[in-house]
């Protein structure tokens, strides 16, 4: 006997009966889409799911989303925009490169941490071998190395490749341990981890002095 997919996510559906203009539906749709992905994975949520936890009816859902698959990729890049946006307020917010690692660091950690919702839909998918999803994943982690890229080339003049493979390094720091941590976070919390793991990607990228020092 074939095991039961997982349910769906408990508590009310998000109410949608009432008209909305198309972008607010299109972002309730997405939210409901992420409760029903995250709790089951892509192969077994339907849209019957997604259209119950949004409180609308299949054709609504449908009007909006061509297939399940779109519906997903959709809410792919969503996050992925997010995470991207919060390392890039992250590198604007301060022209003090100590503070800059510890939030760019920060910031993976915050997205990691938001409920492991868009961290599971991003790094964990059920789907990470599908060439569309791959492209998104990888563009994610591309544009958040590029704009700590665009910093380190501005402030010691290493040239883009050089800079690029620094904040990869950076990048693949702080989403590594970022990863660890969700699973033992009760061991350690998110403001020690960040502390931690910003001290050692200082250490090693105060190696590379701003020009004007």
């Not at 909006?64 to 990729?73: C, S, V």
């Not at 563009?139 to 050089?162: K, M, P, V």
Request: aromatic share 6%; glycine share 8%; charged share 30%.
């Amino acid at each position: 006997m074939q095991p039961s997919p997982p349910a769906a996510p408990e508590g009310p559906p998000v109410r949608g009966g009432a008209r909305l203009p198309r972008d607010a539906r299109r972002v309730q749709l997405l939210r409901a889409a992420q409760d029903v992905f995250v709790a089951q994975g892509f192969h077994a949520a339907a849209m019957d799911d997604i259209a119950v936890r949004a409180g609308v009816s299949k054709p609504v859902l449908y009007q909006h989303f061509p297939g399940k698959r779109e519906l997903y990729l959709a809410l792919l890049e969503q996050k992925v925009g997010e995470l991207t946006d919060r390392v890039r307020e992250a590198m604007a917010a301060t022209d003090d490169n100590r503070l800059r690692v510890q939030a760019a660091v920060g910031a993976v950690f915050e997205f990691v941490d938001d409920d492991g919702q868009a961290f599971r839909l991003v790094f964990e998918s059920d789907l990470r071998n599908d060439p569309d999803v791959r492209h998104w994943v990888d563009r994610g982690l591309r544009t958040c190395s590029e704009a700590i890229a665009d910093t380190i080339s501005d402030d010691t003049g290493a040239d883009r490749q050089r800079a690029l493979l620094l904040a990869s390094g950076l990048t693949g720091l702080a989403e590594s341990s970022a990863r660890w941590w969700l699973a033992r976070k009760g061991e350690v919390s998110r403001e020690e981890a960040v502390s931690l793991m910003s001290a050692l990607a200082w250490r090693g990228i105060s190696g590379f002095p701003r020009r004007d020092a």
